[in-house]
Every structure is written in structure tokens, then in C-alpha cells.
């Protein structure tokens, strides 16, 4: 498989990510949703031009011999989020990544209890329900699923708002 380019953009900017002070938030959200933007094109291309490839998380970091360990880095840009609290991009992003990969292998439950957690932030009442419940659906041996569906299913009027 030959190397994508858009690697070494990827490599510079998380290093970027990592130098950059918190106290300057805007250039550090810019570089770290650059990275992620370019993490996920790099990811597109290289379906397009072999089929089959990544089609889960950690199929990166195997592929690419963990040179720019990617988990770990997708953990630490929601982690940056979330400090931010930048829910709106926790909750775009997450839905992007989730929608990236198959999951067949690996679990998403930390994102999607960053997506629905997301979800209430915004005020996104009915859609933290609707998605906790379906959630539940597709996975209903999943505690998470279960417990995220407790946490943010229906509410009477006016409890936990």
C-alpha cells in the first residue's frame, strides 16, 4: 500500500496540537480540528483507492505500525473537546467517526456516550433520547446502551433541565 501524503500533514499538525498552549484556544480548536478533518480524508482516499481498508479504528495503527498512534490521538481530541466544552464538535465529530467505521471489532461505546452526552449539552433533549434508544436496540446486551438510555431517556417536564 503506498503511503498517502496526507500523512505528514497529519503527523505535523498533532504534533502542533500537543505544542500549542491551552490558553490560546482558538489556534489550539483550529489545529485540532484540522487534524481530525485531515484524519478522516486520509481515511476516504485510501478506501477509495483499496477497498476494504480501515474499515476499523485500529486497523490504522496496525497498518501504519503505530507510528501515529491514532486511537490515541482521537482520545485525546475529544478529551480537548470536551474541556473546551465544544459540544457541538464532540457531537458532529463523534457522529463522523462513528459513521467512518464498521465497529465490529472494536466498540464505540466511549463515543457514542460523548455523542449523546453531546446531545443534552446542546439542549438536544428528544434527539439524546431517540439516539439512546435506539442505541439500545442495535446493542441491548450493551450496559452502556442501557444506562445512557436511563441517563437521557424521556424526563417529566422540567427534571434535569
Known amino acids: 500500500m503506498e503511503k498517502n501524503r496526507k500523512w505528514h500533514t497529519f503527523e505535523d499538525l498533532t504534533a502542533k496540537c500537543y505544542k500549542t498552549p491551552d490558553n490560546n484556544s482558538d489556534a489550539v480548536s483550529e489545529c485540532w480540528y484540522s487534524a481530525f478533518d485531515t484524519l478522516l ?10 477497498s476494504g481498508c480501515y474499515e476499523e479504528l485500529a486497523e490504522i495503527d496496525q497498518n501504519t505500525e503505530n507510528k501515529y498512534n491514532v486511537q490515541g490521538w482521537v482520545d485525546d481530541y475529544f478529551r480537548k473537546l470536551n474541556a473546551h ?39 438536544m433533549h428528544e434527539a439524546a433520547n431517540r439516539y439512546s434508544e435506539e442505541w439500545v436496540v442495535q446493542e441491548p446486551d450493551d450496559m452502556n446502551a442501557l444506562f445512557a438510555a436511563l441517563i437521557f431517556g424521556k424526563r417529566e417536564k422540567g427534571q434535569g433541565e
Open 41 to 50: 480524508e486520509i481515511i476516504e482516499e485510501e478506501r477509495e483507492k483499496y
Open 85 to 123: 466544552k465544544d459540544y457541538d464538535r464532540v457531537y458532529r465529530d463523534g457522529l463522523r467517526l462513528l459513521d467512518a467505521f464498521q465497529w465490529q471489532k472494536q466498540s464505540p461505546v466511549q463515543i457514542r456516550m460523548r455523542v449523546v452526552n453531546a446531545m443534552e449539552r446542546l439542549g
